[in-house]
């Protein structure tokens, strides 16, 4: 953890007087301390944004940019507001309880933008995961409980047994795909949970609310006709209206924008004219894709014309970036079209 005098910058930042210098290391100790919760207590989420090209140096910075957003002529309302909610006036409380306070401050705001972000990265996963928590609501044999390493599920009539190893997500897994090999709902699902869970001594009666996610995920998509991580067919854009279509086409499109803001332009990845040029670039795909009624993979001739660059400077340092927008897109899309079928 950085060693700075955050009473003095938080007072910079109540009276406007902040240098740029001083900006920027509270920027770094407000991301040290997100890349600390990320690995210590999300740890599941972090490794499936990594699979969507997220470091956990890119989460964190994505975690706290809200806490550095001006709004109009206000600098930085969500540490002015932070700095209201004391207890005691800044200048008046201790230096631990003020670390206490910012350390929880940050974290609260890193959790709720961790949700935006993976909703992002696994909208099938992130529905899912509500789904989840609503029918735990419901549940008399499971709950929702806030453990070292995240949220897990644990039985609610059964010794949680947390003195054993962690149950495997690959037997838990089979298990449940043995119990149920028809399509069924969550809170089915949830009972069938319970049920192995409670069953057995040899693991924790426990297991992490993600890890449960991904793996109903994998029952949804063995047991659907159609899935996100399927190809679009032409036959499902043309189901829709043009106005759906366009509908979806702008939602995918503010999707792109957003992961090529957090994810290339505040890391320094790209230059704003670069983020322009690859908002244009996904744009126009989209609206082939739209327009022909047909999601194919020939990106390169779009990305040129939107970047002013050549085919060779595409395959060296683009390629790889354009392909993963385009799949941001295309999962957008799927989504949108399925619950629109």
């Known amino acids: 953890m950085l060693n700075i005098d955050l009473r003095k910058l938080l007072q910079q930042i109540l009276s406007d007087a902040i240098p740029r210098n001083d900006l920027i290391r509270l920027i770094h100790?407000?991301?040290?301390?997100?890349?600390?919760?990320?690995?210590?207590?999300?740890?599941?989420?972090?490794?499936?944004?990594?699979?969507?090209?997220?470091?956990?140096?890119?989460?964190?910075?994505?975690?706290?940019?809200?806490?550095?957003?001006?709004?109009?002529?206000?600098?930085?309302?969500?540490?002015?507001?932070?700095?209201?909610?004391?207890?005691?006036?800044?200048?008046?409380?201790?230096?631990?309880?003020?670390f206490l306070a910012f350390k929880a401050f940050v974290g609260e705001v890193a959790k709720a933008q961790l949700a935006r972000i993976y909703s992002e990265c696994d909208p099938e996963g992130a529905k899912i995961l509500r789904n989840v928590k609503d029918a735990l609501k419901r549940s008399r044999t499971l709950v929702l409980v806030d453990e070292l390493q995240g949220l897990?599920?644990?039985?609610?009539?059964?010794?949680?047994?947390?003195?054993?190893?962690?149950f495997p997500s690959d037997q838990l897994e089979r298990e449940l795909f043995y119990q149920l090999r028809h399509p069924t709902n969550i809170p089915t699902l949830l009972r069938s949970l319970e049920k192995i869970l409670s069953g057995q001594s040899s693991y924790r009666r426990s297991i992490p609310l993600i890890d449960v996610v991904q793996i109903l995920k994998k029952y949804f998509v063995h047991f659907s006709d159609y899935s996100a991580d399927e190809p679009i067919s032409s036959d499902a854009l043309r189901s829709l209206s043009e106005g759906d279509l366009q509908?979806?086409?702008?939602?995918?499109?503010?999707?792109?924008?957003?992961?090529?803001v957090t994810t290339y332009l505040l890391t320094g990845k790209v230059t704003r004219e670069e983020a322009v040029g690859l908002s244009e670039a996904l744009g126009a795909i989209l609206k082939d894709w739209i327009e022909h009624k047909e999601v194919h993979d020939s990106f390169a001739k779009r990305a040129i014309q939107a970047l002013g660059i050549s085919l060779e400077q595409y395959e060296d340092r683009w390629r790889t970036k354009v392909e993963y927008l385009a799949k941001i897109a295309r999962e957008r899309l799927a989504v949108g079209i399925q619950e629109n079928l």
């Open 152 to 166: 897990s599920i644990r039985t609610a009539n059964r010794e949680s047994l947390l003195h054993r190893r962690q």
């Open 29 to 98: 100790f407000c991301r040290s301390i997100t890349e600390s919760y990320l690995l210590h207590h999300r740890m599941s989420i972090t490794r499936i944004c990594s699979l969507n090209g997220f470091s956990v140096s890119d989460l964190a910075t994505d975690c706290i940019a809200e806490i550095f957003l001006c709004e109009g002529t206000n600098k930085f309302p969500r540490l002015i507001a932070f700095i209201h909610s004391l207890y005691n006036p800044l200048h008046e409380i201790p230096e631990a309880d003020l």
């Open 247 to 260: 509908l979806l086409c702008g939602e995918s499109l503010k999707a792109v924008q957003q992961k090529i």
